[in-house]
């Protein structure tokens, strides 16, 4: 097991050094081996913050990491969910498009010795079949060197998404003997493409025993709190913080405070705030957030019907240190959309946020 295995454990090599060490998946879990946290970070990640990186990286060996992969895979599968599958393979795929440009443009810009966890550009384009299929443009007068790209049409067309918008569609891209002129952060985007399509082929899959299943029954049962029912999120169209779970209207206070959120409570407060139909803009005003880090969270908390992923449960924010149960209020209101909305109907007059005279943001509850 190599330390660029780890670094792309999709790539061909990684699956054949973990069948070739002839580990037991299985054996793994009953045990409770490291790198079955690693795997259950890896998707938790995943589906909350849009990234499978390690939040201590240092905390992982190489061994660890790559057998987090087929154990994140099996713990995806077990969700048996279409959202689970997509907002994990979209995360894997962003995970390892930072990784590579960072990779390839170190290559490019300081030369250094070769370091063995990185992937190279020929290594990349092998690895997706690609490495006939492209071809670096001589630069003209005044142009950087390696800026432009020809790329064969059909492997242009494999990796596309129509999604993109028109500068992506074959009628506005320039087209000579059956290549396209690309840029090199585009061929990287469609490489993006390529790796989320490997991921997610063949996801769930099925096959998995059921004692496998038994033994990963509480990272199921966690899991699964992050992909509570749509259903959940009744339609609260009103925002008035000083009605807030009071776990949330902490986060939100110490998020005006200008404190540091971390990875989960910035989460469980953006997905209640989603599950108010806020938009970013709307979230960056009451709670004085990173605008940019907003909008990428919101990325993977939305999507054309509203809001994809509701807030955890109010058990899983027990278990995240969020919600203190004040009140033995789960007994009556287990999930924090259902308790903001019994108090709004226990209130004798609500006011939204929004329509407030100076739009206060300084009124959720301490």
Known sequence: MEPRHARYPFFASAREAVRESGVDLAALVADGDPAVDRGRERVERALTEGTVEATEPREWDTRDELLSYPIARILVSLLDSRAAVEKYA?????????????????????????????????????????????????????????????????????????????????????????????????????????????????????????????????????????????????????????HFPPCVGKLLGRAQGGDDLDPYERFSLLAFLAGLNLDADEVVALTGLDPGLVADRFAYLRDDSGAQYPPPSCRTLGEYGVCENEHNHRSVAPHPLEYYSRKLREADEVVDWRDREHTDVGDAPA
């Open 90 to 242: 979209e995360a894997e795929a962003a995970t390892a498009h930072r990784r590579f440009t960072e990779d390839l443009h170190q290559a490019r810009d300081d030369g250094a010795r070769p370091d063995p966890a990185r992937v190279d550009q020929p290594a990349l384009l092998r690895e997706f079949d690609l490495d006939g299929a492209v071809r670096v443009e001589d630069p003209k007068p005044g142009q950087v060197e390696g800026k432009w790209l020809w790329l064969g049409v059909g492997a242009y067309l494999s990796y596309v998404d129509p999604g993109w918008g028109d500068d992506w569609r074959l009628v506005n891209r320039e087209l000579v003997d059956g290549e396209v002129r690309t840029e090199r952060e585009e061929l990287y985007r469609l490489l993006r493409e390529a790796v989320e399509d490997r991921v997610g082929d063949g996801l769930p899959f099925e096959g998995v025993g059921d004692e496998l299943a038994d033994e990963l029954e509480a990272e199921i049962g966690d899991l699964r709190d992050l992909l509570a029912d749509r259903s959940v999120a009744a339609d609260l169209d009103v925002v008035a913080p000083e």
